[in-house]
């Protein structure tokens, strides 16, 4: 996704708290029926973020769909872009960079596939309830 005039990537200034962004990620994953939402909290151990959200979409169909109202819901909010996007066409693992934090849309096959969860295991998690 190419920025247009006037929009905003994150890195170029902080509009909105990074807790706060996680939290209302969660919520725009939400909106679209994404189960199993959690936050992982990485500031203690990684360097490249702070936060992981992690949801699932029962196919390909409803993960881009999340992807999406991702993307829609925070620009409008909050004017920023993901720097980068990986998985929208495939749909099966989609990321979204927000930089301090990462978005990860799985269907159910690949979430079980790759574990985020249990690899992560060790970090402070948020159940997500909308």
Do not use: C
């Amino acid at each position: 996704m190419v920025p247009l005039p006037g929009d905003r990537v994150l890195g170029e200034g902080p509009l909105i708290e990074k807790p706060d962004l996680a939290q209302r990620i969660a919520q725009a994953l939400s909106d679209k029926l994404g189960e199993d939402i959690i936050l992982l909290d990485m500031r203690d151990v990684v360097s490249y973020t702070d936060w992981f959200v992690i949801a699932t979409g029962r196919n390909k169909r409803q993960t881009q769909a999340m992807a999406d109202e991702v993307r829609v819901q925070v620009k409008a909010a909050t004017g920023l872009l993901p720097g980068r996007v990986e998985g929208q066409k495939e749909g099966d693992w989609i990321l979204l960079d927000y930089f301090d934090v990462l978005v990860h849309v799985f269907t159910p096959e690949s979430r079980a596939y790759y574990r985020l969860d249990q690899l992560w295991g060790q970090v402070p998690a948020i159940e997500f309830a909308s």
